[in-house]
């Protein structure tokens, strides 16, 4: 997986990308156990409204399955 600085060029691609590959790349971190990645990308994809690119709480712990992890989430 590679790396995601979070500079404003970065940013763009990755809140430019389709929903479908954001989600993918965000799953993709979380299981190949590259954490920091997936912090980054929650704090982009987080901060920036869904009509930019953002992707809502509940899609990013259902695709990180923090619903079945941490039951406080229900």
Same mark, same amino acid.
């Given at each position: 997986?590679?790396? =995601?600085?979070?500079?404003?060029?970065? *940013?763009? $691609?990755?809140?430019?990308?389709?929903?479908?590959?954001?989600?993918?790349?965000? %799953? %993709?971190?979380?299981?190949?156990?590259? +954490?920091? =990645? $997936?912090?980054?990308?929650?704090?982009?994809?987080? %901060?920036?409204? =869904?009509?930019?690119?953002?992707?809502?709480?509940?899609?990013?712990?259902? $695709?990180? %399955?923090? *619903?079945?992890? +941490?039951?406080?989430?229900?």
């Amino acid at each position: 997986m590679i790396s =995601i600085e979070t500079n404003m060029f970065e *940013k763009e $691609v990755l809140l430019g990308m389709s929903k479908e590959l954001k989600l993918f790349l965000l %799953d %993709d971190a979380n299981k190949t156990g590259e +954490y920091t =990645i $997936v912090r980054q990308m929650m704090k982009i994809l987080l %901060d920036a409204p =869904i009509s930019e690119g953002g992707i809502s709480t509940e899609e990013i712990q259902e $695709v990180l %399955d923090m *619903k079945k992890q +941490y039951g406080r989430f229900k």
